[in-house]
């Protein structure tokens, strides 16, 4: 990799029992306070004064504690149900279809319960928060065990990396989409169009189809 005027190669390597390096770097801290940032600023721009800019009387009349309440719900309810799909179903074609219905059901809702502007950024939040449980409920919990069965003398269980694989593909997946909705509130012709949902799908899906292309791309 090219970072900062150097060079740098990164080793892919298996965990054999007894072998660990000396020094082991977990990427976990990055992707808490981006969130906790993010969720601040949530707070403070789109729950406070009224939630003014994620209500739109025009669209759904709500209050101020129904909109922040139904925001928290559709969050917590989509990570459950996203990690329902891969945890518990073999099938990675039925996993793949699922994922993508849910992301166009999430988006559908969203536009049609929040303003415009409120609803994209209600969408970030929902892939930002399945981001960060990624890798603190099934990407870090298959690493630390396994670390833990070869600093034990056993021979770990590599099942626990192909989950925590998933889960990281799927979070650079996340990333496009999610860059696009942090900036989406300078393109009101966009989240405010009267398609603004189908447009959110287009980019999203377009988001990830960009990050497929980078990564399998022949060098």
Partial sequence: MVHGGFYYQVEKRKIFPGELP???HWFKWEATFTWITGFMLLI???????????????????????????????????????????HRIANKTICVVSSLALLVLIIYINTHAFSGRGAFIQTGFMMGSMMLLNVWVRILPGQQKMVADAQAGKVPDYSFSTKAKTRSVHNTYFIFPVLFIMLSNHYATVYSHPYNWVLLIMISVSGAMVRHAMVTKEP
């Fill in 22 to 24: 000396k020094v082991l």
């Fill in 44 to 86: 403070a721009v789109y729950y406070l004064r009224g939630a003014n800019l994620l209500v739109d009387k025009q669209v759904l009349n709500l209050t101020q504690i129904q909109a922040v309440s139904l925001s928290l719900a559709l969050a917590v309810s989509a990570w459950f149900i996203y990690d329902f799909i891969w």
